[in-house]
């Protein structure tokens, strides 16, 4: 039996292997180690969260020899990053894997050492805009800013962020919460201002959007309390913005009761997208990177599709006539999504500050 002190050094070992461009294997190689090493082990990953569920059994299918060890399904993403400094030393079942994290934590991951560089077999398919150059990590979905329209109540349909403003849905829209709290909030009102300044960014975006949501509040179409499904469903806030993965379950977990529809507005289309990453203490390196190839994949993208999330092979899956035609007639229409823009950090960061800065005294917020 190996020592603690000797699976520490193995796996330390196995992290140098991977920084040092290890991701050459070939997948026989690859699933031989991993076979070796028996386990992965995810962490923040619900099963109704972007059809995880379906990707986790996929995966236990393809690879019936790897034991999948979940930890906390609803942690976020700052718990991932804390679970590998936490168990940076920790050969055992606390020690996650790989890790599915919002955008923003990616670099400082990398700034502290925290993530080892792996490139997919698919990697060129992956846009530049959503991945470290050097493979540490790299976009593994997105959604876009949307609003579900409660039917029953609010039978003109509106398609745009236009549309919103007119006075046939007065008391109608709602947004997620305060953006100065919440990223699909500050989104959404990026995403507005995307309408009204067109190829605007950053800062200008988001003060753009600010100046909608003021006029919204001040013609009464805004709501003045939180959106939320359950706002949704019951009328108080007939047409409610949040991700359109979310929109979409709801959507149908409420079976026509009430009727939902979920558009994407033709004016402002804004992506938020979500990171994979393989820590740099990994205790099972060759599963981790396996765990990848098949997130990257064609059957792993589709998948996450399944579960309403764009996989970010989307563009090229499409050109390749490999988008299946029973999964998109369950998604908004095509041509808004192609619109879709994804700020960088910079453009993010930038929209965070002037969020601060100015949606309190611009809509008279505390």
């Not at 679970?83 to 700034?111: C, E, R, S, T």
């Not at 792996?118 to 991945?131: F, G, L, N, Q, R």
């Not at 929109?247 to 990171?275: C, W």
Request: aromatic content about 10%; charged content about 15%; glycine content about 10%.
């Amino acid at each position: 039996m190996k020592t603690k002190y000797a699976l520490f050094l193995t796996a330390s070992a196995a992290a140098v292997m991977i920084a040092s461009g290890a991701s050459a294997q070939s997948m026989d190689e690859l699933i031989a180690g991993a076979k070796a090493e028996g386990q992965l082990t995810t962490i923040a990953l619900p099963h109704d969260w972007c059809g995880y569920g379906a990707v986790i059994d996929g995966f236990k299918a393809k690879y019936p020899f790897i034991t999948v060890n979940e930890l906390n399904p609803n942690a976020g993403s700052g718990d991932e990053i804390e679970a590998i400094k936490a168990n940076k030393g920790n050969m055992g079942p606390q020690a996650p894997d790989v890790i599915d994290v919002g955008l923003g934590f990616g670099p400082q991951a990398v700034a502290d050492g925290l993530l080892a560089p792996y490139k997919v077999s698919t990697w060129d398919e992956i846009p530049d805009s959503a991945k470290d150059a050097d493979g540490y990590w790299y976009g593994d979905y997105y959604g876009v800013l949307a609003f579900g329209v409660n039917k029953d109540i609010v039978t003109d349909e509106p398609t745009s962020f236009a549309d919103l403003m007119d006075g046939k849905y007065n008391a109608a829209v709602a947004i997620p919460g305060d953006p100065r709290t919440g990223n699909s909030t500050m989104m959404t009102v990026y995403a507005a201002g995307l309408s009204q300044q067109p190829g605007s960014a950053g800062a200008d975006a988001l003060n753009a959007g600010i100046s909608y949501w003021k006029a919204m509040k001040e013609n009464g179409n805004l709501v003045p309390v939180n959106g939320s499904a359950q706002n949704l469903a019951q009328g108080t806030t007939p047409i409610y913005f949040d991700w359109d993965y979310n929109l979409l379950a709801m959507r149908d977990k409420l079976a026509g009761n009430p009727p939902v529809d979920v558009v994407v507005p033709s004016d402002g289309v804004v992506a938020g997208v979500y990171i994979q990453a393989i820590s740099a203490y990994a205790p099972h390196p060759n599963a981790a990177k396996l765990w990848m190839e098949y997130l990257y994949s064609d059957e792993g993208q589709l998948l996450w599709l399944a579960g309403y999330c764009h996989p970010i092979r989307f563009n090229a899956l499409a050109a390749a006539g490999k988008l299946p035609a029973d999964l998109m007639a369950k998604l908004p229409a095509a041509d808004n999504y192609a619109k879709a823009v994804f700020p960088s950090l910079d453009e993010q960061a930038a929209a965070k500050t002037a969020t601060a800065d100015n949606w309190a005294t611009q809509m008279g917020a505390q």
